[in-house]
């Protein structure tokens, strides 16, 4: 049988090695999974999972789809994938601390997230391994309408068509 | 028909200029990102790949500018609209000098300010849009957001 699918994201500008290590370790101990993670350029040495540097849209597409969570930062392409795909999301915040953004804006992410359906955030490392065990328990995000959306579109079609 | 010139940089900002794609579906658009066979993925036709940049990468900033001088002439849009980031803030200066209508939509992302390119955007921009009701003041404005 195939083993599910975990796929992890730090999107496409800066590697973030803190997530990437805390899955690695986490794989080394559970095989029942695959991981494929996109570490951005990352200089990380990891021996229980899949890392790619970039995937190709059509790649990232494809694992999405197939993924039973999507792990990542707390980037909003990560975030609005799993919401397009309807996966869980279990999202760790970039820290400024750290050097691993140009700012602490992915913090302020997951605390408007937090609470959300279908997305997890993990606060610590510790926080990260537990999600992680039960990652087959939790629960999908939804892309249902948005109200707030469509009164977007409407302002902004106004304006370009007023112009 | 309006001709927009719709920016965002490959990843979130770009899935965000997607979610919003009803705005100016209707026109006659051209689409700039920076990552290759991202507007495939949307099934989009009218496209542009420039070189990415930030504020530490000076050089590639000033190569994408070029870039987006020559797809901004051959096109000549009628509105500029980008959900970010750099590139997307290049071409609303470009539209700006050319009394173009110019539309910044700053990321979900900036909920507790509003990001620095959306900053800078504000001298550029006719009009500037917070997703957050919270970060509205007198030159930013909130109508909606795309969650």
Redesign the interface.
């Known amino acids: 049988m195939k083993k599910p699918l975990i796929f992890v994201t730090t999107?496409?500008?800066l590697p973030f090695d803190r997530l990437i290590t805390q899955i690695n370790n986490w794989a080394s101990k559970d095989k029942q999974v695959n991981v494929i993670a996109q570490t951005a350029n990352s200089n990380g040495d990891y021996h229980s999972i899949k890392t790619v540097d970039f995937l190709?849209?059509?790649e990232y597409?494809e694992y999405t789809s197939e993924a039973t969570v999507i792990v990542g930062h707390a980037?909003?392409?990560?975030?609005?994938?799993g919401f397009?795909k309807n996966k869980p999301l279990i999202l760790m915040a970039r820290k400024f601390q750290f050097g691993e953004h140009?700012n602490d804006?992915?913090q302020?992410?997951t605390?408007?997230f937090d609470g959300v359906k279908g997305v997890y955030i993990a606060n610590d490392e510790q926080e990260l391994q537990a999600l992680l065990s039960r990652y087959d328990q939790l629960e999908p995000a939804s892309d249902e309408s948005?109200p707030?959306?469509?009164?977007?579109?409407?302002?902004?079609?106004t304006?370009?068509?007023n112009? | 028909m309006?001709k927009?010139l719709a920016i965002a940089s490959?990843?979130?900002?770009?899935?965000?200029l997607m979610?919003?794609k009803?705005?100016?579906d209707?026109?006659t658009v051209k689409y700039v990102t920076t990552?290759?066979?991202?507007p495939?993925?949307n099934n989009i036709n009218n496209f542009a790949i420039v070189c990415?940049s930030?504020?530490?990468e000076k050089l590639r900033a000033i190569y994408s500018f070029i870039q987006m001088i020559v797809i901004f002439i051959r096109f000549w849009p009628?509105?500029v609209?980008t959900t970010g980031a750099a590139p997307g803030l290049l071409g609303l200066i470009l539209g700006k000098l050319c009394f173009k209508?110019t539309?910044w939509?700053d990321?979900?992302?900036?909920?507790?300010q509003l990001?620095l390119c959306g900053k800078i955007s504000k001298k550029f921009a006719d009009?500037v849009?917070t997703?957050w009701e919270q970060l509205a003041d007198d030159s930013t404005q909130y109508?909606?957001?795309?969650?």
């Not at chain 1, 707030?148 to 079609?157: A, E, P, T």
């Not at chain 2, 990552?35 to 991202?38: D, E, H, P, R, S």
């Open positions: 999107g496409t500008q190709t849209p059509s597409d980037g909003m392409g990560t975030i609005i994938t397009e140009r804006h992915q302020s992410t605390s408007k948005s707030n959306r469509n009164k977007l579109i409407d302002y902004l079609s304006v370009i068509e112009c | 309006k927009v490959g990843g979130g900002h770009w899935k965000q979610l919003l009803p705005a100016y209707s026109q990552i290759k066979g991202l495939e993925q990415d930030n504020k530490n009628d509105v609209i209508k539309i939509v990321s979900v992302a900036n909920a507790e990001s009009v849009l997703q109508k909606g957001s795309v969650f």
